[in-house]
């Protein structure tokens, strides 16, 4: 067994509870991998590969100071608060478990690629907590989550990352930069709004609260069948002409 730096063995000597069997699992599963790569000092790991072995839990990292890369995906996990002192992690594989709650995420800035698909994130408002400050932030993946049902998803998150070049394995387009611009910025909205409407403006139609689910409201004949955000593009591209 690989000595931790206290020289004790890094697994727990008869576990009892169902969380200390979890934790001892973990490990067990970090231990083989120091085996397999051949590190004897902490500092030496900057990668751990604990993908597909039936985790739920995991024992906290932070004494990996210079990790960068770690897989976790395909595990049984729930949450990932055994990473909030990992500050140097760039990529970070969680894909493929019932991860449902992120806090503590925020805690690693220096993330580029986030893989977070196929879970169980629900709440959107604070998935994007965790994940707004990540400025280094240029990949991220979250669809297979029940957040992603949301009208205008994919906008949102890119309103809040502006720095993320591939969501969903699909390249963020201009033409999205824009409407996320017409849809989100609510003093902007609204005066698209009003010169698209002479001056009418839809008061029940808030910028801020783009996730309301409404009745489909019928088209007066004679008119273009245009959504109201194609007609704010639209506008904001005359705008934008001049």
Known sequence: MIPNP?????????????SDK????????????LKICGHKRDVDVSELFLSQKELTEVIDL????????????????HGIKFLTRNYC?????????????????????SLH????????????DATMKELKGMLNLKKLSLYQNPLTQYNFYRLYIIYHLPGVEILDRNR????????????????????LQSIAFRGKVDASWDPR???????????PSGQFHLSRVEVLENIFKM????
């Open 62 to 77: 932070s004494r990996f100071k210079k990790l960068k890369y770690l897989w976790l995906h395909h595990n049984k996990l």
């Open 172 to 191: 963020v387009t201009e033409k999205e930069r824009r409407s996320m611009i017409t849809i989100f910025n609510h003093e902007k909205a609204h005066l």
């Open 209 to 219: 609260s783009p996730f309301k689910q409404k009745p489909a409201q019928r088209v």
């Open 89 to 109: 992690l760039t990529e970070l594989y969680l894909n493929n478990n019932g991860i449902f709650d992120i806090e503590g995420l925020h805690y690693l800035p």
């Open 113 to 124: 690629i986030l893989m977070l698909h196929h879970n169980e994130l629900t709440n959107i």
């Open 239 to 242: 705008i934008k002409k001049k």
């Open 6 to 18: 206290k020289g004790r063995s890094l697994r727990r000597a008869n576990p009892t509870s169902e």
């Open 22 to 33: 979890a934790l001892d699992r973990s490990r067990g599963a970090v231990e083989d991998q």
